[in-house]
């Protein structure tokens, strides 16, 4: 916790971003960071405040889903390794609640489990993108939910 991001190592993904990332925050909620560690809820933001994204962020997975109950967010980012329950507690709680199962979840993990993507998938993530992110990889994994 509390480290800063490390670069990944380069390569060359398509970029989503620019214009195509802009959004009309009136007619969509923010993107919902959740993450136990402060900078990479910070750099997350960053990235997408860069790109003109709304975007709030949650520090477990109680306050996320407060928020994301609260705020309707168009997509969730969820750190899958978390005090109070992690991301696999807040994932079960938005998948059962009526005002929040709809809405897109990406795990974002250091986590390289080869059972993970599967758990994940089975408690209602679309993707999962792994630590340490890189800004082109993390637009260009939120560019199908953030237009």
């Not at 969730?76 to 929040?100: F, K, S």
């Amino acid at each position: 916790m509390g480290q800063a991001p490390r670069k990944s190592a380069p390569h060359s993904p398509k970029l989503v971003g620019g214009s195509s990332m802009k959004t009309d925050s009136a007619a969509r909620g923010p993107v919902l960071v959740v993450d136990d560690d402060v900078d990479i809820t910070r750099f997350i933001g960053a990235v997408l405040s860069s790109r003109g994204v709304p975007n709030v962020s949650a520090f477990d997975p109680v306050q996320g889903f407060a928020i994301a109950q609260r705020q309707h967010p168009r997509l969730i980012l969820v750190d899958w390794h978390m005090p109070a329950g992690g991301g696999a507690l807040l994932l079960r709680q938005l998948r059962e609640n009526a005002g929040t199962a709809q809405i897109p979840i990406i795990v974002v993990t250091t986590d390289s489990a080869p059972n993970l993507p599967a758990e994940a998938a089975a408690l209602g993530a679309r993707s999962l993108i792994h630590k340490p992110l890189d800004p082109d990889r993390l637009v260009e994994a939120i560019g199908e939910y953030v237009r």
